[in-house]
């Protein structure tokens, strides 16, 4: 059974003990690699250790909060099921949990039932805010309903809660080379090379990100982030059929916990994505070119074409090969073009970490009511 709190898991697709807390086939640590890892003797792994004390401690809090805040499901146990229970003094609608029987009052309520997505696509963000120093970075997630292209859920690296040293972000001052050939499939080589130049896959170093000094909160990892985000996509709706992500491996790693059940079960299919944008208004067919194998797991990729533009996309667990076609980000490349048009969006370098996460949710509240009016 998968938790929602395991985070230390064998994480291969395939792997009987994908998402189990705990095997007879696991040990750890192992340093073989050169950083804490749990070995799944299993299937070979050796993914990276967490303080599973620490991130259980700060997702309990984040996601509480969150649940507090939008109704969704209940702070306290996190289940879905919850009644309407009158209201509060001031006329807000009170929420009654139908397993552990607590009463809260959403802050945000949800003005519309959610509609579970067939497919969602995310993509992360980097956003320049003012930290100690101009120009520090925010390591933004956005996932989309990739079919119907709202905007389901955003989270940054910014925390307000408290969080343990293990969980910090830790700028080194060694940016990854950004990676931006022009060709396509040189691009989705050149990253799977840079996976293996981190310490470990999990840790991107995308950046400095301190906060000004006093200020409240903390930058976490990318990686943590990540798992947060996901973890809250899965409490809302644990069977989505189909996940899309932009092409890195952490990313991989927090979907495939997350919804580590349903990939086990063969009832969900997790692809990467590297997708030029697109801005010719023909709409041709997609044709697939071909197959192309790349990175150390050798995972098979389908390069496609349309008009001048490419994509290519992975299957990371098993699904329809011939689905590649209809795999696209073009939820997330629509928003973030309209996104770049916001003056509120413009002037992010003149903001706090908080603020600049602020502005880009109620941004993307907006958009979303715009898209419904279409
Ligand atoms: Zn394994
Ligand atoms: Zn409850």
Known sequence: MTSLFTINCCKSFGCQNLGLASSPDYSWPEYRLGYAALHCRACGSYPPLFNEEQFRRWLSVYLADFAANSGYFCPRCYQRETIRYGHNPRGSQRVQCQGCKKVWTPKQPALTALV????????????????????????????????????????SNFTPHPVGS?????????AEPPVIHDDIIERVSQRETQFLRRSQFDEIQYGSAMLKRNANGAILRPVIAAHGHFR?????????????IAHECFLRGAVITAWAEQFCHHHASLWF??????NDKRTLPWQLLGNTWQGWWQNQWQIWQQGNTRKMVCLL????????????????????AWLQQQTEFQQSPRYSAHSVFQAIRSLADKYNAFIEKR
């Open 317 to 336: 667990t098993e699904g329809q090969v011939e689905k590649g076609a209809s795999i696209t980000l073009a939820a997330g490349h629509h928003f973030l």
């Open 166 to 174: 293990s969980l910090l972000y830790r700028w080194r001052d060694n």
């Open 116 to 155: 579970p997505p067939a497919q969602i696509a995310t993509i992360p963000l980097i956003v320049p805010f003012q930290g100690v120093s101009s120009d520090q970075q925010l390591y933004v997630l956005l996932s989309f309903d990739a079919i119907r292209g709202k905007v389901l859920h955003i989270s």
């Open 232 to 244: 809250i996509l899965s409490r809302l709706w644990p069977e989505v059929k189909t996940h899309i």
């Open 273 to 278: 994505i590297d997708e030029e944008i697109n």
